[in-house]
T-cell receptor
Framework: EDQVTQSPEALRLQEGESSSLNCSYT??????LFWYRQDPGKGPEFLFT???AGEEKEKERLKATLTKKESFLHITAPKPEDSATYLC??????????FGAGTILRVKS | AAGVIQSPRHLIKEKRETATLKCYPI?????VYWYQQGPGQDPQFLIS???????DKGSIPDRFSAQQFSDYHSELNMSSLELGDSALYFC?????????????FGQGTRLTVV
């Protein structure tokens, strides 16, 4: 069964304090790994798709990387507006996404 | 850019009532997914449709049914509602049958069963 585990469950950072979120996965035949940002009461907002080990993608203060077992979402010099829940999901057999439980990020000024 | 539109945004129903949630995918997206997200939980896959046919099925109760229409919009019908059905229901859409491509989510319908 496809499984996604995210850590830490929650992360508190000071503004400007860089850190990384982890997403480890167990799937048979990974077709894609997705990162989403979700604000309270809103739908997940697409951030990145990674397809193969070694791939990296960047967007503003965020950078996502992928290995054969896990993905990292690096946040450089975060700002309070980066506070949200970050969800990792994998697409394996079929087209559905299997989500991890998410990491709740709080950035204080 | 057009996004996934869900209606209604909020819905309050009593136990044993019926609810219908609607989803309008991004234009030219042929695949629609439904997810249920309970408080503090990750989204759980319910069901998906590709070209108006059911393509995958997850943990959807027998009390729920869904379909995709000729204009690609989808409806999730929920009968004999229970208190535990209270959750955020998200619809997502993707092009190309959803194969190797990201899904874009709507803002969700918050269903409260009282």
């Amino acid at each position: 069964e496809d499984q996604v585990t995210q850590s830490p469950e929650a992360l508190r950072l000071q503004e400007g304090e860089s850190s990384s979120l982890n997403c480890s996965y167990t799937v048979s035949g990974l077709r894609g790994l997705f990162w989403y940002r979700q604000d309270p009461g809103k739908g997940p907002e697409f951030l990145f798709t990674l397809y193969s080990a070694g791939e990296e993608k960047e967007k503003e203060r965020l950078k996502a990387t992928l290995t054969k077992k896990e993905s990292f979402l690096h946040i450089t010099a975060p700002k309070p507006e980066d506070s949200a829940t970050y969800l990792c999901a994998v697409q394996a057999s079929g087209n559905k996404l299997v989500f991890g439980a998410g990491t709740i990020l709080r950035v204080k000024s | 850019a057009a996004g996934v539109i869900q209606s209604p945004r909020h819905l309050i129903k009593e136990k044993r009532e019926t609810a219908t949630l609607k989803c309008y995918p991004i234009p030219r997206h042929d695949t629609v997914y439904w997810y249920q997200q309970g408080p503090g939980q990750d989204p759980q896959f319910l069901i998906s449709f590709y070209e108006k046919m059911q393509s995958d099925k997850g943990s959807i109760p027998d009390r729920f049914s869904a379909q995709q229409f000729s204009d690609y919009h989808s409806e999730l019908n929920m009968s004999s509602l229970e208190l535990g059905d209270s959750a955020l229901y998200f619809c997502a859409s993707s092009p190309l049958g959803g194969r190797d491509t990201e899904a874009f989510f709507g803002q969700g319908t918050r269903l409260t069963v009282v």
